[in-house]
Structures are given as structure tokens and as C-alpha cells.
């Protein structure tokens, strides 16, 4: 049974930088193929693709947050983790992490984490 | 980056009807296209992969057609466990991208 849980802080101040795990069961991560993706929603938007990393540790970031993302994984661990820096309020929303395999897409997701930017 | 989509932004509809969602891409992304369900608060959950490709448990009243730049998904009898948000995302190129989402709601 493969699961994903996000956790990490659930306020932010502005300026600072967010760190969240992603910890995962059922699959690993050092298997070829495997991937985990992470993915926000501002509250009533869209769903924003941010950032991937796979089993041989190639990473990929959305174009617009690349100089503000970084993705690691530690596979002894079960664990994929996203720092974001320099957060402002307009990165307020849920941020999931899900498990990626390129001929189907994002197949499992966590359930959330609720972020919010304020001072 | 690719731009995704979708049409209707809200889509009023009734149980047993047969709905259609349609999802455009600005360039080519051949057949690697993705469905996902998202009801509120809750994640998003795969429906159709590879355009076309249900996984294992998702209802067969769900199809995916598409190839290129144009996409549909079809509900073809709604359910009440179906109204719910649909986002399609194209995972043909980095970055991958979402469409705005599609809300279906209870005429």
C-alpha cells in the first residue's frame, strides 16, 4: 500500500524559508522509475506543478520557482524533502507531495499541508 | 512552458447526465495527458492516464480521448460521488503544467 504524508510548519513569516518532508511507505524511491513530485494550491486556485526528483537523483523545478526551490531525497529514510525560499503570502496554500511514474502521472498523493505566509 | 486549458471553467449538471470536459494544450504533448478528481479538501486523485488509460478502480463511466493538443474527458452517467473539481496536466514537458481546474456541480 503506498502512501505519501506532508509535513512541515503551518506559518511562515515572510522572508523566511519553508521546509517540508515528505514521507512516504509502499514504494522506494531508489527502485528505477520511481519519482516523487511536489505540487501547491493557493486556497480556490489552481493546482501548481513545483518540483521533482527522481530515483537517480535528477531533479526537475518549475520554471518560474527554480531559483527559490530546492528537492532532496534520503531513500534510507523514505523521505523527500522541499525548501522554498525567501516565502511572501502569495505562497500561501497546500502543498502535496505525490509519487510520480512517467507512464501514468501522479498516482498517489498525500494529503496536504497547509502553509500560510503572514507576519 | 506549455499552457493547459480547460473548458467550462464550471459545468451544471445533473445525475445520469453525460458530461464532457475538454482540456487544449499550446503545443504537442502526443497522449501524455492526466485526469485528476479533486474534491474539496481533500487531494486530487488520478482518473485517466496517458489520455485514455483508466487506473485500476476508477469507474468505467470515466473515458479520456485526446492526442496533440485537444483532450476531452466523458462522464457518461453522472454519479453523485462524481461532482467534485477536474484538473488536467500535461507531463509531456518540464515544466509539467496544470489547467485551471473544471468545478462540476449539482444543477
Known amino acids: 500500500q503506498v502512501t505519501l504524508r506532508e509535513s512541515g510548519p503551518a506559518l511562515v513569516k515572510p522572508t523566511q524559508t519553508l521546509t517540508l518532508t515528505c514521507t512516504f511507505s509502499g514504494f522506494s524511491l531508489s527502485r528505477s522509475g520511481m519519482c516523487v513530485s511536489w505540487i501547491r494550491q493557493p486556497p480556490g486556485k489552481a493546482l501548481e506543478w513545483l518540483a521533482r526528483i527522481d530515483w537517480d537523483d535528477d531533479k526537475y523545478y518549475s520554471t518560474s520557482l527554480k531559483t527559490r526551490l530546492t528537492i532532496s531525497k534520503d531513500t534510507s529514510k523514505n523521505q523527500v524533502v522541499l525548501t522554498m525560499t525567501n516565502m511572501d503570502p502569495v505562497d500561501t496554500g497546500t502543498y502535496f507531495c505525490?509519487?510520480?511514474?512517467?507512464?501514468?502521472?501522479?498516482?498517489?498523493w498525500g494529503q496536504g499541508a497547509l502553509v500560510t505566509v503572514s507576519s | 512552458d506549455i499552457q493547459m486549458t480547460q473548458s467550462p471553467s464550471t459545468l451544471s449538471a445533473s445525475v445520469g447526465d453525460r458530461i464532457t470536459i475538454t482540456c487544449r494544450a499550446s503545443h504537442n504533448i502526443t497522449t501524455w495527458l492526466a485526469w485528476y478528481q479533486q474534491k474539496p479538501g481533500k487531494a486530487p486523485k488520478l482518473v485517466v492516464s496517458k489520455a485514455s488509460n483508466l487506473p485500476s478502480g476508477v469507474p468505467s463511466r470515466f473515458s479520456g480521448s485526446g492526442s496533440g493538443t485537444d483532450f476531452t474527458l466523458i462522464i457518461s452517467s453522472l454519479q453523485p460521488d462524481d461532482f467534485a473539481t477536474y484538473h488536467c496536466?500535461?507531463?509531456?514537458?518540464?515544466?509539467?503544467?496544470f489547467g485551471q481546474g473544471t468545478k462540476l456541480e449539482i444543477k
Open positions: 505525490a509519487r510520480y511514474i512517467g507512464t501514468v502521472g501522479l498516482d498517489y
Open positions: 496536466q500535461q507531463y509531456n514537458n518540464y515544466p509539467y503544467t
